[in-house]
């Protein structure tokens, strides 16, 4: 399973960004596909999953002002991010988990100025 993030950037606080990863490989039995993120100094953190039929879950940063979605047709998954702080400022890495494993895209960096 290859992923292909794309979408990070500058913004300024209240702003919002929309990332993007798109899927490729051996994506049967990908059931399983979220974003997480990672702040200098920090651990990697959940952002957001979603199960393929739909499911989701946020983190409770994230609620309320963060919208994951799945475009099964195109392989690709979405991040809206609405009302950005500058606590958001992190590199977001895309995920997928294909039977137990884990696999990740690259990083994208969002930048929340003040």
């Known amino acids: 399973v290859q992923l292909q993030a794309s979408g990070g950037g500058l913004v300024q606080a209240g702003g919002s960004l929309r990332l993007s990863c798109a899927a490729s490989?051996?994506?049967?039995?990908?059931?399983?596909m979220g974003w997480y993120r990672q702040a200098p100094g920090n651990q990697r953190e959940l952002v957001a999953t979603i199960i393929r039929t739909g499911t989701t879950n946020y983190a409770e940063s994230a609620k309320g002002r963060f919208t994951i979605s799945w475009d099964h047709a195109k392989n690709t998954i979405s991040l809206q991010m609405n009302s950005l702080r500058p606590e958001d400022t992190a590199v977001y890495y895309c995920n997928a988990m294909r039977y137990t494993k884990p696999y990740w895209g690259q990083g994208t960096l969002v930048t929340v100025s003040s």
């Open positions: 490989g051996s994506l049967f039995a990908v059931d399983v």
